[in-house]
């Protein structure tokens, strides 16, 4: 018998090689139904595996993240399977289960898929889902597994294969089809009920240029068709918030290929909108005690080979830069950390100056696969809203607290309501891919917990996603839409201190490491943006939008009036702008609701002798009319309403 536990604390045991449908039957039917994985001492298991073992388990439906993944990823099975059977000779990639659905890259030979080949893979999908065929698991030996895939022509699956570890290989065969994977699935395809392929691009076999292109089919599928239709509906709604449409209209931000891909230019609309939201942070900083700094955009690549970031980056970063001196190498800087601890070092440090807490509004480059980058949420080129703490032992806990108080005042200045946080600790079994010893890492871990627990916030614990060099709190927002953004994060780190030999003078008169806490609540300021524009489809806070108000005078007689009004408002800090267009009234309107500015003053004979303003407010129409000189006290005191609360 074997003891399974569950996530109450309360154990049960069973007979050695349950799996977890039978544990979930021996609760309820109704759960069984439900089930669609589970969760075995952390790692995600089909419901079918067997558990050999005392264990922790964890029963996963439609509502957990594990059971969306294991449902994505069976179906992007499927997708392969009606591919193979729609274009023989097809060979195939990767196909994983992503955040929403799934995709597969394929190599379809001579053959070329289009979107409008869509509806057709999709009703072959149907066709195999109605068979209702069983997932089955095989355990395979290496040489096995390439004398298979090497019959069948499976050139990309030979190549993952010959870097796999002979012994840790599984395939996973559905009526005719069988592929390379380590799961999770379901136990059949039978809960899979309504499915949309969503769209076709080009992608480089294992993300390199320099490789094949391959085509990737993305899709969704869900359980129900209502689902399928709720999705669908916001998916259309995404599009009319995307950022880079917004962002075009607004005019904010702009790409140029003569500059190069992904390396984002700023409008002065769009700049002034940004140091809005860093001067925003600024204010909050200074309350909190840091001190800014201004670090150059290169480094010596012994910073990077100190830091350890070479070792895990070097190959992903821009090339280095050579100076005409023999062997001098520079890298473009793709992170702000190893300055800070030069900083540091640039004056002996006792415990009395300590925390240190060093900030700046960084900019780092990053080499982005073309394929990878979108507007301004995957970019080349982006600013951090980087610090760092530099602190005692004893002072880690109080510091994290802190940062999360910082963080916490952000995302409710933006109108996030709907925040949830990660804590992102080591893998458990592979510890290779971290540096730094074991008693560092656990006390680096325990903090976080201990500070999430004080604050009582109830955080998800994965375990494998922590940075190479500590663990990390990072917090997702929910747009207005649902959708789901990565955005502050907090880490705690032992390791760095130690690799640039960072020391104080304790009050022991010994010489003690500080512990480093990396910090970014907006985290960049590119990806900050991006987001806030489709959480807020582009109508930002009056205090932060880049237009406040807008003055429409209804012909050009009334411009010189539009005009003082303007120069008033711009006196009392409200920005405004004229529309002085030789167009009728409605339709200007109309084009200034779109450009998102939350007030129209429209102004006319009546207006001008009055010396007042008609005003219309973005979504609520007329408001009635007034004199500027009470309108622009009203905006004003909008604004400090708002400041106010943070």
Known sequence: MIKITFPDGSIREYSEGVNGLQIAESISSRLAQDVLACGVNGETYDLGRPINQDAEIKLYKWDDEEGKHAFWHTSAHLLAEALQELYPGIQFGIGPAIENGFYYDVDPGEAVIKDGDLPTIEAKMAELVAKKEAVVRQDIAKNDALKVFGERGETYKCELISELEDGHITTYTQGEFTDLCRGPHLMTTAPIKAIKLTSVAGAYWRGHEDRKMLTRIYGITFPKKKMLDEYLVLMEEAKKRDHRKIGKEMQLFMFSETVGKGLPMWLPKGTALRLRLQEFLRRIQTRYDYQEVITPPIGNKLLYITSGHYAKYGKDSFQPIHTPEEGEEYFLKPMNCPHHCEIYKNSPRSYKDLPLRIAEFGTVCRYE???ELHGLTRVRSFTQDDAHIFCRPDQVKDEFLRVMDIISIVFKSMNFENVEAQISLRDKVNREKYIGNDENWDKAEQSIIEACQEKGLSAKVEYGEAAF???????????????????????????????????????????????????????????????????????????????????????????????????????????????????????KIRDNEMKRIPYMLIVGEKEAENGEVSVRKQGEGDQGTMKFEEFAKKVNEEVQSMINKW
């Open 469 to 587: 060099y500590g663990p990390k709190l990072d917090f997702m927002v929910k747009d207005a839409i649902g959708r789901r953004w990565q955005l502050g994060t907090i880490q705690v780190d032992y390791n760095l201190p130690e690799r640039f030999e960072l020391e104080y003078m304790g009050s022991d008169n010994q010489k003690h490491r500080p512990v480093m806490i990396h910090r970014a609540p907006f985290g960049s300021m590119e990806r900050f943006v991006a987001v806030l524009i489709e959480h807020t489809a582009g109508k930002f806070p009056l205090w932060l939008t880049p237009d406040q108000v807008v003055i429409l005078p209804i012909s050009e007689k009334f411009n010189e009036y539009a005009e003082q009004v303007k120069m008033y408002l711009k006196v009392h800090d409200i920005r405004a702008t004229v529309d002085d267009r030789n167009e009728k009234i409605g339709r």
């Open 369 to 371: 696969q073309s394929g």
